[in-house]
């Protein structure tokens, strides 16, 4: 069996934060990530400010990469709208682009990183791969995302659980004149929709929904979508503006508002497996970057995962308890109608949840 000081399980950007932050601290960590090319991943598209500095610190620009610049964030809902300026500018880039700049300042400070390794299970202090063989670290960084790993799964969320949803909309000279620089958030009953623009000028559609209300739909994405349409001019119109819709990505049970306050013997949890906050706030990123760097400086101190992960809990309370208010307010129609009618009379409120929503 193969052994490392620090092993990091997944190459996203929790993964990748803690890889370099262990590679800065004079170690050489070992990241092993089951897809051989990196892809757009379904969740994470947009940067808040917060984010931004956090990647500046790791040595990757967002902006540098062309990423759309986000100002002002707007809430939808039936023919309601209110739009407001957010605290700072924001960005929005595709997963596919920030993982692989992250992945790629890990490789140059020194990381060493294996792809196309699939990890099956956590077992005794190891990883056992898809091959059979299995690599054991003094330290064990979990960063799989919403993937569970079996033996070291969260705990499974109720029936009702959020699924997310994603769309690509390809370019249009429409499409940007309707959402350039916003980051526009659709409201409807059992769900919300986040939609933004992207490095290459096409849109990101993801969507946070209930299984009841999909199962509405017959339990078909598309079908979901055109439903809401219908209920949603603002919606529709965008969708009529795009060059072409890509096929449905989704991923069930997502568990939102869950934070991970006991930690395994070696194991430091990190990005969702740490917490998870509600899409709609735009932090999941900042959490990710900042919970993988937290990681490696308490694996750098000595200080026990049964210590960290607590500590790193604490600093996730707010975000997580605020967003998720917000969450369970947008997804119901009275909910949702007043906090439009709160932003539209004091746009100052969603700089101040946004400001409220980010880590620290």
């Known amino acids: 069996m193969r052994r490392t000081a620090a092993l990091i399980a997944g190459g996203g950007p929790a993964g990748a934060a803690a890889a370099i932050g262990l590679t800065r601290a004079g170690l050489r960590p070992l990241l092993i990530e089951r897809d051989a090319e990196t892809r757009d991943a379904l969740c994470g598209g947009f940067l808040s400010w917060a984010t931004i500095a956090r990647l500046a610190a790791l040595g990757v620009d967002p902006l540098a990469l062309g990423a759309h610049r986000i100002d002002r964030v707007a809430l939808l809902h039936g023919a309601r709208e209110a739009a407001a300026a957010l605290p700072a500018t924001a960005a929005a880039l595709s997963r596919r682009s920030l993982d692989s700049a992250l992945l790629a300042e890990a490789r140059r400070a020194g990381a060493a990183i294996e792809r196309g390794v699939g990890v099956r299970a956590f077992e005794a202090g190891s990883l056992r791969l898809d091959d059979g063989a299995t690599i054991g670290g003094d330290a064990l960084v979990l960063a799989t995302g919403k993937h569970e790993l079996r033996g070291a799964a969260r705990p499974r969320p109720g029936a009702n659980a959020a699924i997310g949803l994603r769309w690509r909309l390809a370019p249009s000279a429409a499409l940007t004149r309707l959402i350039a620089g916003r980051i526009e958030l659709h409201l409807f009953r059992g769900g919300y929709a986040g939609l933004n623009l992207q490095e290459h000028g096409g849109a990101n559609l993801c969507l946070a929904v209930r299984p009841s209300r999909l199962a509405e739909a017959g339990n078909r994405p598309d079908a979901l979508l055109a439903a809401l349409a219908e209920e949603a001019p603002a919606l529709a119109r965008r969708l009529a503006a795009t060059a072409g819709i890509g096929p449905a990505q989704a991923i069930a049970n997502i568990p939102y508002g869950w934070r991970a306050h006991r930690g395994d013997a070696g194991v430091y949890r990190v990005g ?3 917490g998870v906050i509600p899409s709609l706030a735009g932090e999941g990123m900042a959490i990710a970057v900042a919970s993988g760097v937290a990681a490696a400086d308490a694996i750098v101190r000595g200080e026990p995962s049964a210590d960290f992960q607590p500590r790193f ?48």
């Open 313 to 360: 809990a604490r600093r996730l309370r707010r975000p997580l308890s605020l967003a998720a208010a917000l969450w369970h307010a947008a997804e119901h129609p009275t909910g949702a109608r007043a906090l439009i009618a709160a932003v539209g009379v004091a746009p100052g409120l969603a700089a101040l949840a946004a400001r409220l929503t980010r880590l620290d």
């Open 272 to 274: 969702d497996q740490c």
